[in-house]
């Protein structure tokens, strides 16, 4: 079974600074999706980015970009000149490349401080 | 372009009775999930709705159950509540080409609380 590991459970980060955030998972598929979602607050959940396992190349979105490591399982989130609209629980999850089942990360909290 | 739509927001229920979570997809997707989501954790997934069948289903008991209708708005149900069924009640629609998977997009969720 597929798991995902999210080690931070809080982050603090200073306005306009940047911040990573971690995850790593677990998996003997070659082909899946890794995505990071933002629940703000108000409890909708955003995605804000998705990587396909097969593209070498990290998916970039603005100001948020990953760094997929395959062989070590590791698929960490940045984001750059962070904004006080950041501050949300993030949270990494996995699907393999046919089903659609999404599974998730315990998430990170991120505060963005001004 | 409506997003993925939830009723009702909030619900409040008491242990044995049973409760019905509605969820409308995204304009043009015909899969819908529902997920669980206890406070403070990541979400769980419950079960999966394509063409009006369940495909998929997560590790819980018969007590939930769902339903999709012909125009892929789907409904969760929840038999002889729990106190431990109190959660935030997360749908998510995609499309669904072959089963391929897809980015599920997320609904507002259902609140719901066993008293």
């Known amino acids: 079974a597929q798991t995902v590991t999210q080690s931070q459970p809080e982050m603090s980060v200073q306005e306009a600074e940047t911040v990573t955030l971690s995850c790593t998972y677990d998996?003997?598929?070659?082909?899946?999706?890794l995505f990071w979602y933002k629940q703000p607050p108000s409890r909708q959940m955003i995605l804000v980015i998705r990587?396909?396992?097969?593209?070498?190349q990290n998916a970039t979105e603005n100001r948020f970009s990953v760094n997929f490591q395959k062989a070590a399982k590791s698929f960490s989130l940045k984001i750059s000149d962070s904004q006080l609209g950041d501050t949300a629980m993030y949270f990494c999850?996995?699907?393999?490349?046919?089903?659609?089942?999404?599974?998730f990360g315990a998430g990170t909290i991120l505060r963005v401080k001004s | 372009d409506a997003g993925v739509t939830q009723s009702p927001t909030h619900l409040i229920k008491t242990r044995g009775q049973q409760v019905t979570l509605r969820c409308s997809p995204k304009s043009g997707h015909d899969t819908v999930s529902w997920y669980q989501q206890a406070l403070g954790q990541g979400p769980q997934f419950i079960f999966q709705y394509y063409e009006e069948e369940e495909r998929q289903r997560g590790n819980f008991p018969d007590r939930f159950s769902g339903h999709q209708f012909p125009n892929y708005s789907s409904e969760l149900n929840v038999n002889a509540l729990l106190l431990g069924d109190s959660a935030l009640y997360l749908c998510?629609?995609?499309?669904?080409?072959?089963?391929?998977?897809?980015?599920?997009?997320f609904g507002p969720g259902t609140r719901l609380t066993v008293l």
């Open positions: 998510a629609s995609s499309l669904d080409p072959s089963g391929h998977s897809d980015t599920q997009y």
């Open positions: 998996t003997s598929e070659n082909n899946y999706y």
């Open positions: 990587q396909e396992a097969y593209k070498q």
């Open positions: 999850a996995f699907s393999m490349e046919y089903g659609n089942k999404l599974v």
